[in-house]
């Protein structure tokens, strides 16, 4: 599967915005699906993440109850919305794809995901 995010952007602290990572070649409902993010001279940290076949999802601590993970009805986009963003969340933002079922503590091993889109910047001002 070829992941493309999209959707980034500049806000302002306070405010939302709403991420999409289109799937070509095959629907989500069989992949572990996660958003990770980097900050400038950070690495890569885990976001959120949607078990396979919908079954429950999975939060950062620093993004819980901000942030809502989701895809269509089709299966074929993955969404983050945000909200109450925070200039810490300034980051590039990374889709990514398992086609494992992943335990907890799992989700956020970088080598544990198959597929990744491009990256799609978010920058937040204070």
């Known amino acids: 599967v070829q992941l493309q995010a999209s959707g980034g952007g500049l806000v302002q602290a306070g405010g939302s915005l709403r991420l999409s990572c289109a799937a070509s070649?095959?629907?989500?409902?069989?992949?572990?699906v996660t958003w990770f993010r980097q900050a400038p001279g950070k690495g890569r940290e885990f976001v959120a993440a949607?078990?396979?076949?919908?079954?429950?999802?999975a939060y950062a601590d620093s993004v819980r109850g901000r942030f809502t993970i989701s895809t269509d009805s089709a299966k074929v986009t993955l969404y983050l919305q945000m909200n109450s963003l925070k200039p810490e969340d300034t980051a590039v933002y990374y889709c990514?794809?398992?086609?494992?079922?992943?335990?907890?503590?799992?989700?956020?091993?970088?080598?544990?995901?198959?597929?990744w889109g491009q990256g799609t910047l978010v920058t937040v001002s204070s």
């Open positions: 990514a794809a398992s086609s494992r079922g992943l335990i907890t503590s799992r989700l956020r091993d970088l080598v544990e995901y198959d597929y």
């Open positions: 949607l078990r396979r076949y919908g079954s429950s999802t």
């Open positions: 070649g095959r629907p989500f409902s069989s992949y572990t």
